[in-house]
């Protein structure tokens, strides 16, 4: 079966603990907020940095097997759905969040770091982080960058 393959596969780049295939974490990876459904992952990957990240994309494209980006899985549009047999690619250990540059007014994060952690990093410069979710606390960068998430914070700047 091209999934089992695929599977062994990501466990040797990855870490048999990083890659989810038992029931419960299919069907947990299988929702979002939107409570949609669409199917069933073969399998989720926990890549610890963005190389692993690539390495568990680069081999579903090998294998031909479909990947879904997953932040925090709040999103109400079921942006993070994936279809059956595709491998979820859960952002949420990717959570590296350099120093804040007040003079460009930039910083760099990685897909899971948490809305919240920006604008906490950036309010000792007098900034914040714009886009505002209702889910602030729980939201993550990926998931704002998918999705085109905003909040009331963004009708004055912009997403």
């Known amino acids: 079966?091209?999934?089992d393959d695929l599977i062994s596969a990501l466990r040797r780049v990855l870490g048999k603990d990083a890659v989810l295939?038992?029931?419960?974490?299919?069907?947990?990876?299988?929702?979002?907020?939107?409570h949609l459904t669409l199917g069933r992952p073969c399998c989720i990957c926990l890549p610890a940095n963005p190389e692993e990240a690539r390495r568990a994309i680069a081999l579903c494209a090998e294998h031909g097997?479909?990947?879904?980006?997953?932040?925090?899985?709040?999103?109400?549009?079921?942006g993070a759905?994936?279809?059956?047999?595709a491998v979820v690619v859960a952002t949420s250990r990717l959570t590296r969040l350099d120093t804040v540059d007040p003079f460009t007014r930039r910083v760099r994060a990685e897909a899971g770091?948490?809305?919240?952690?920006?604008?906490?990093?950036?309010?000792?410069?007098?900034?914040?982080f714009a886009p505002d979710p209702s889910s602030q606390a729980a939201a993550t960068i990926g998931g704002n960058?998918?999705?085109?998430?905003?909040?009331?914070?963004?009708?004055k700047v912009g997403v």
Do not use: I, Q
């Open 1 to 3: 079966m091209k999934s």
């Open 21 to 34: 295939t038992d029931a419960a974490s299919r069907a947990v990876y299988a929702r979002d907020a939107s």
């Open 65 to 78: 097997v479909a990947f879904v980006a997953r932040g925090a899985g709040t999103g109400l549009a079921g």
């Open 81 to 85: 759905l994936p279809p059956a047999g």
């Open 113 to 128: 770091v948490r809305n919240e952690d920006v604008s906490r990093r950036a309010a000792p410069h007098g900034l914040h």
């Open 145 to 155: 960058v998918a999705a085109n998430a905003g909040g009331p914070h963004c009708l």
